[in-house]
């Protein structure tokens, strides 16, 4: 018993000291304290929870009015519920990892200054390179696909204020303006832009849920989804990729100065999330009904009108700031590959990240289906990237006695048995793997596959309405 006490003192004491060192290296002095450290460095726990929120729903909850109409009331309701628990429980396995992986390096005396630890790196250092190459390959290529739909969003999104400009246009605008985001050097810096981007997405929300419910059903409404089972399943994946959105958790947690704390932010965050997307969804399905399988955001059906016009410009700039959250990672990536990671010059380091925006501009102009591409990114990136490698991840890791005895972290207090915390991990890997990937990658390839064959690769306007010819043009 006692070597066990002196080794459990001495993690806990080197716990306790890197977590002094990185507050020293993080946290503002007090000569830096002001209005710029106020708005640009975070770290607290608020800080991970508007990060966590504001990321979690952004582009998405233009969409769920669409899966709603693929799926029917019931089980879009249904399924939000379940599927955000389930993102919770997968977000808190990542954070249970990451204290572990860090706990075992501090008392190896590895040292994290100037160095961001990646999800990647976690799974490389608890299971090996394998892994590593699993996870590196799956969430870079998730968070790729991820900033693609942000540009792809804003586009569409702007075309309902000024349709004098198509939607391919306006991608190559808004690819030049998130270009920018290649300043913002880490998570600490989205302070302000977390705290904002969360606000942005309230007030669409509620603007959604309002206006659908004053405007009422419009005349000869019908809600006769779910129609087909693969209307039903490219739904169900779009909410999939709704509350799977912590492929940035390691970094968000990196971020803090007490990580430790992190465990159940995500949990809080969602519960927040459900009170937007919700009674929008709700609200817009009912007034709207079958119309909304054309139109896959929810702006095309709403009468223009200066808070419409709000909802619009904020979700522009919310867009912009989750384009951030999702290339962020990869600029990191990216640094490590070529060397730069420890270069503390932010603008040699913005230069050298700019290759990293070109691929993401080349592939939104090529498959700009808003709401589509959420579905089969959600069924074939999002299964693997933050439901099924975390908890198989999570029980190789404690799969001995041993492991479980010495983990950094007790079980939670919900579920405080090991067999109940595996019960819950093969659940999760085996439902996502049979109805998200299996059933949801059948349903979502199809309906993408439709796509390209009606509107075609790089399509000029994707769901634009028809226009008359008149003199004017």
């Not at 599927?83 to 429980?89: A, H, I, R, V």
């Not at 303006?177 to 832009?193: G, L, M």
């Amino acid at each position: 018993m006692l070597p066990q006490k002196q080794a459990e003192e001495a993690m806990v004491s080197s716990s306790n000291l890197t977590q002094l060192d990185d507050r020293d290296e993080e946290m503002p002095n007090e000569s830096g304290l002001g209005l710029k450290s106020l708005l640009w460095h975070g770290g607290s726990v608020y800080d991970a929870w508007f990060s966590c929120a504001s990321n979690q729903v952004a582009q998405v909850l233009l969409t769920l009015p669409y899966s709603f109409s693929q799926m029917g009331m019931l089980s879009g309701i249904l399924l939000q519920i379940f599927y955000g628990l389930m993102g919770s429980w997968t977000a808190y396995l990542i954070s249970i990892l990451y204290v572990e992986y860090r706990s075992r390096k501090e008392k190896e005396n590895v040292s994290f200054k100037n160095h961001v630890i990646q999800w990647f790196e976690v799974l490389d250092g608890l299971l090996g390179p394998y892994w590593k190459a699993v996870g590196l390959a799956f969430n870079c290529t998730f968070l790729l696909f991820g900033s693609v739909i942000q540009l792809i969003a804003c586009a569409s999104n702007i075309y309902y204020i000024d349709d004098h400009l198509d939607k391919r246009t306006w991608t190559y605008i808004f690819g030049a303006c998130c270009a920018t985001t290649v300043f913002i050097p880490s998570f600490h810096n989205y302070r302000i832009w977390s705290f904002l981007g969360l606000g942005m997405t309230t007030y669409t929300a509620w603007y959604l849920t309002v206006a659908a419910l004053a405007n009422g059903q419009v005349a000869g409404v019908t809600h006769s989804g779910p129609k087909k089972l693969v209307l039903y399943f490219t739904g169900a994946t779009n909410i999939l990729y709704t509350f799977g959105g912590h492929a940035v958790t390691v970094e968000i947690m990196h971020a803090m100065w007490k990580p430790q704390k992190f465990k159940y932010i995500y949990l809080i965050a969602t519960l927040y999330v459900f009170t937007l997307t919700l009674p929008s969804s709700a609200a817009m399905y009912w007034a709207y009904g079958d119309q909304l399988l054309t139109h896959s955001n929810a702006f095309a059906l709403l009468p223009r009108n200066a808070w419409r016009d709000a909802a619009v410009v904020l979700m522009l700039i919310h867009q912009f700031i989750t384009f951030g959250f999702a290339c962020t990672p990869l600029y990191f990536v990216w640094e490590k590959v070529i060397g730069m990671h420890d270069t503390k010059s932010i603008f040699l380091r913005a230069l050298v990240r700019l290759p990293v925006v070109i691929p993401i501009w080349f592939l939104a102009i090529i498959f700009p289906f808003f709401g589509p591409i959420n579905s089969a990114v959600g069924a074939l990136l999002v299964s693997f990237t933050v439901y099924i490698i975390p908890s198989l991840a999570h029980m190789l890791t404690f799969r001995s006695a041993s492991a479980r005895q010495n983990a950094a972290e007790k079980l939670p207090f919900f579920l405080p048995s090991w067999t109940a915390v595996y019960v819950v991990n093969t659940f999760i890997v085996i439902w996502v793997l049979v109805v998200g990937f299996g059933f949801g990658g059948w349903a979502s390839v199809t309906n993408f596959i439709k796509q390209v064959d009606t509107f075609g690769l790089f399509a000029k306007c994707y769901q634009c309405p028809v226009r008359a010819p008149t003199g004017s043009h």
